[in-house]
Each structure stands twice: as structure tokens, then as C-alpha cells.
């Protein structure tokens, strides 16, 4: 992981409170929950995480770029450095090798966040490619351009929110789910730890709803209607749609 680590959570009252909820079989939905408030400050700091809002700057753009007649000058103007347009494997290999903000200091919250956004890519614009393995760069180029609007980027844009905060909780629960598994713990086996992990992650998907309206919204308002996708922009973006999924979280476990 990267050189800025995350806060150390585990000896704070709040991750007592998760601990809690493990030990005494509590639902997924309480777990993420109490996840959620006791990474609080994991997700402040996502807030102001220059590689963070670069990603950020990253899933907004890309679509636009694809649209572009200067396709390939502006991924380069983005850190996406490649002598021709790419298939979509080469763009995540592009992103996965660091080619992207390699100027910025490497940290955890970067480096989950640009693993949130290639998965978001193959999860969302993979599919609609004509071929298995997305290897036709035209193809790519033009199913990418179609998120380029408030519904298509909405969906984008839920997706990788949903993958991100997943990711966050995951950073802090694998390690605390894994000594919770064996005899006499609340998973007796790996395949019952995993089945849970998976509760969880379904869990930040469909918390991830409240930010997919608020997402279309924002793109269309700001990209068509505004002055562009300004640093400040992007970041207010990023750190409302935060806000909105892990108050959601919260609320569902209250709920």
C-alpha cells in the first residue's frame, strides 16, 4: 500500500464498538455501520488526499476525454501516459502500474481509491464492450463517451463510491474478521468469513444508492450548466458523496 498510511483504528472506543458486534454475531448491516463511524477519520482524510481527488478527477474526466477529438492528448493531460488509444486492458494496466499521479505522494487512500476506479471501469463499462476481453480500442473509447451524461455517469459514479467505501472498511475488518474464524469464534470456517465479507460489500452497494442521483446531478450541473470540473468542484463532489454513503450506513444500522 502506499506511503501515507491510514489512522490506526484499533484501540480507539469506536472499534471496540465493531468488535463488539462481531463477537455477539450482529448483522452485517451493524457491522458496516459501526465500521463506518469508527473510520471516520479515514474518511476525512480521503477528503483532502491529493491522490484521492485525483482519482476522483480521474472518473469524471475520463468519460469526457473519450468524447474529445484530442482523445489521446487528454488522457496524457490526465497522467495517462500512452503512444496509442488503449483497450480497456491497457487503460487499467495504465492506471493499476502507476502511470497515473505519479508525481503525488503514494498513500493508502490513493491507492484504494484508484483500485475502486479500474474495478468501476471493468465493472460497469467492461460488460457493454463487444468482445470478452475488451480489446478493441474504438469500442472502448465510444462505450466510455456514453458516461459522459448525469444518468450514465450516475451509474459510474454509485459504482465507484460503493467500491471505495467497501474497500476503506475492508482495510480495517479483514484483519479483524480473520481472528474472529475457528472453533468456538463467530466464523468457524474461511467460507463463512468470506460469505460475510460478501454481506458487507452488498451492504456499501445498495448504501451506495443515495449517491447515484446526486451524482448525475452534480455532472450534468457542473460539466454542461457550470464552469467545468474545477479542483474545488471535484472535491466538494468527493467529499459529499463520502458523506452521503457512510451517513447511510449509519442510518441503516440505526435503522
Known amino acids: 500500500m502506499g506511503h501515507i498510511r491510514l489512522p490506526d483504528l484499533r484501540m480507539t472506543r469506536r472499534w471496540q464498538a465493531v468488535v ?14 459501526r465500521s463506518a463511524a469508527a473510520a471516520e477519520a479515514a474518511f476525512k482524510q480521503a477528503r483532502t488526499d491529493p491522490a484521492f481527488l485525483h482519482v476522483v478527477r480521474l472518473l469524471a474526466q475520463l468519460p469526457l476525454a473519450a468524447r ?11 497522467g495517462i501516459k500512452l503512444e496509442t488509444a488503449p483497450t480497456l486492458l491497457e487503460l ?12 503525488r505522494a503514494r498513500s493508502d487512500i490513493g491507492e484504494l481509491a484508484n483500485r475502486a476506479l479500474i474495478a468501476s471501469l ?3 463499462v467492461g460488460p457493454a464492450l463487444p468482445t470478452l476481453f475488451g480489446d478493441d480500442p474504438d469500442s472502448l473509447r465510444t462505450e466510455l463517451g456514453r458516461h459522459a451524461g448525469g444518468a450514465r455517469f450516475a451509474v459510474l459514479g454509485r459504482e465507484f463510491f460503493a467500491r471505495f467505501t467497501d474497500g476503506v472498511l475492508g482495510y ?4 479483524e474478521l480473520a481472528e474472529h474464524q475457528g472453533a468456538g469464534h463467530r466464523f468457524s470456517n474461511e467460507g463463512d ?9 452488498l451492504h456499501c452497494r445498495e448504501a451506495s444508492h443515495i449517491v447515484e442521483a446526486y451524482a448525475g446531478s452534480w455532472f450534468g450541473k457542473h460539466v454542461y450548466q457550470g464552469n ?5 468542484v471535484i472535491a466538494d463532489f468527493a467529499r459529499y458523496s463520502i ?6 450506513l449509519k442510518r441503516r444500522q440505526d435503522a
Open 20 to 33: 463488539e458486534a462481531i463477537t455477539s454475531n450482529a448483522t452485517a448491516e451493524i457491522v458496516a455501520g
Open 243 to 248: 458523506k452521503k454513503i457512510t451517513d447511510e
Open 193 to 201: 468469513r468470506a460469505a460475510f465479507e460478501d454481506a458487507l460489500s
Open 68 to 78: 474529445s477529438p484530442d482523445y489521446l492528448d487528454d488522457l496524457r493531460s490526465l
Open 92 to 103: 487499467s494496466a495504465a492506471l493499476a502500474e502507476g502511470e497515473v499521479g505519479r508525481r
Open 172 to 175: 480495517y475488518l479483514s484483519r
Open 228 to 232: 467545468g470540473l474545477t479542483p474545488d
Open 122 to 124: 471493468n465493472t460497469v
